[in-house]
């Protein structure tokens, strides 16, 4: 039987630290070192957040550039990972009978990408994207991350990217800013609930008081964490291995779940 693999929810913050050597992605590059390497990827990011649940079924997926404004060199930045239709096809048995689409357009889009060429930077493990579907409600999320935590002990690495925080309209953009109050409070208070399992105020988020609607404007980038500790295992043990605050208004906290 394969090593039983963690779930790890990724702040993935500015597409350019795909580029860059701080804090952060040091954090992601040691995670890589520390954890056994995995069969394959099952990857949640923000950015693939359409109407319906989608797998990519692609052999080789794309490096998708999904942003604008950013250096050339940005945009030059290829990930090659292969994909793994036959995991594509095991997320949709767990799932049945929802009706989950296999994808040949979509590939790894930032959200995915800009983390995992710091945590396996061969781009050696095979990666498979799994949509956000946008329709449905933040329990629905949380219940397909509990489907799919049995492939966690097939070896597959569940890997949610977003932000726990995530406030475009309140970035300190260009210049330096400490963190907002209301946004590390929202994240205290998400630790501390991701530590205690109490899940249930995680997925009613919008009952966290008045910080959560500054933290979470948008769902797109909070939903994948739900996938994450959906996929919580008794016993598993909670870390938060890369944290911070950019901009004042963007949460890079990573939590792992095993």
Do not use: C
Not at 163 to 181: I, S, T
């Amino acid at each position: 039987m394969a090593e039983t693999l963690p779930a790890i929810f990724f702040g993935h913050g500015n597409p350019m630290n795909a580029l860059m050597d701080n804090g952060y992605t040091k954090g992601w590059r040691r995670i890589g070192e520390q954890t056994p390497t995995p069969k394959a990827i099952l990857a949640i990011s923000a950015h693939w957040y359409v109407p319906g649940t989608r797998v990519t079924i692609s052999t080789a997926p794309k490096t998708i550039h999904d942003f604008g404004g950013f250096p050339q060199e940005l945009y030059e930045v290829q990930y090659p990972a292969p994909g793994d239709p036959r995991l594509a096809r095991r997320v949709q048995e767990l799932l049945a009978p929802l009706s989950v689409a296999l994808d040949d357009d979509w590939g790894l889009d930032h959200g995915t990408w800009s983390i995992l060429r710091h945590v396996y930077p061969q781009a050696d493990v095979p990666v498979v994207q799994l949509s956000i579907d946008r329709m449905r409600p933040a329990s629905f999320h949380y219940e397909i991350g509990q489907r799919l935590a049995d492939l966690r002990e097939e070896g597959i690495l569940i890997a949610g990217s977003g932000n726990l925080v995530h406030n475009l309209g309140a970035y300190a953009w260009g210049r330096p800013a400490e963190p907002y109050d209301w946004a590390m409070r929202f994240e205290s208070a998400a630790k501390e609930r991701i530590l205690a399992g109490d899940d249930k105020s995680l997925i009613h988020y919008e009952t966290l008081g008045p910080d959560a609607g500054l933290a979470i404007p948008t769902p797109d980038h909070y939903l994948p964490l739900l996938y994450v500790i959906g996929a919580r295992r008794p016993g598993d043990s909670i870390t938060f291995p890369v944290e911070g605050i950019e901009g004042g208004s963007i949460s890079m906290l990573a939590a792992q779940l095993g």
